[in-house]
């Protein structure tokens, strides 16, 4: 059991340059959840999905940040246009249902660092 | 909108003292709390969860207590060590139109030194 996989671990884009951050969930979990880390700030709630499906994206910015959970594959978190202030660690977690009985696992986060 | 606040944001104690991290919370519709540790660097390891139903949950040498109509929710630390040295943070997790999320306290850093 691999746990939550994500990479890569450090990434460093130039200002307007793509981020691409990869997240495979645990295995047999099919509820992915990504959370950012600002420096010197708390872990805020971005966007939950499920299979093919965004469930709640209501804490990504309106602009240039996208999320997906394909049928096969990863789930990805792209930002386009990146900014100094996407400079930020980045996390995925898993779950295998949802309600109380859910306990989240997360990954080891992608550094994002825009210079 | 539900906050989660911990206290102390910062803590630090000599090795085998017993120690108390607090977590409160406003919104006492919950289904979980979830409190995890977080090394330097590293992603999140999760120590203990407390489903809305339960009063407290016990491993090794740490034990998470939850009192939901209060929103609080402590974890004790018996006999700490080194090893202990890390970010807790706690989380609950909310009811939401869209589905479930984790709403994060910002932490209590402890040191334990020797």
């Known amino acids: 059991n691999a746990g939550v996989m994500q990479n890569p671990r450090h990434l460093v884009r130039r200002r307007g340059q793509e981020a691409r951050l990869r997240c495979s969930p645990m295995k047999g979990h099919s509820h992915v959840y990504w959370y950012r880390q600002l420096p010197e700030e708390g872990l805020k709630f971005m966007v939950y999905l499920q299979k093919e499906n965004i469930i709640d994206e209501s804490g990504m910015p309106k602009e240039r940040f996208s999320a997906e959970f394909p049928k096969e594959g990863p789930s990805i978190l792209r930002i386009q246009q990146v900014v100094r202030g996407d400079s930020a660690a980045y996390f995925c977690?898993?779950?295998?249902?949802?309600?109380?009985?859910?306990?989240?696992?997360f990954g080891s986060g992608t550094r994002l660092t825009v210079v | 909108k539900q906050e989660v606040t911990q206290i102390p944001a910062a803590l630090s104690v000599p090795e085998g003292e017993n120690l108390v991290l607090n977590c409160s919370f406003t919104d006492s519709a919950i289904y979980n709390l979830q409190w995890f540790r977080q090394d330097p660097g590293k992603g999140l390891t999760s120590l203990l969860l407390i489903q809305s139903s339960q009063r407290e949950q016990t491993s090794g040498r740490l034990n998470a207590s939850l009192d939901k109509s209060s929103g609080r929710s402590t974890l004790y630390i018996a006999a700490s060590q080194p090893g202990d040295s890390a970010t807790y943070l706690c989380?609950?997790?909310?009811?939401?139109?869209?589905?479930?999320?984790?709403?994060f306290g910002t932490g209590t850093q402890l040191k334990v030194e020797l």
């Open positions: 989380a609950v997790k909310v009811l939401t139109g869209g589905g479930n999320k984790l709403t």
């Open positions: 977690a898993s779950s295998l249902g949802t309600g109380e009985y859910g306990s989240y696992t």
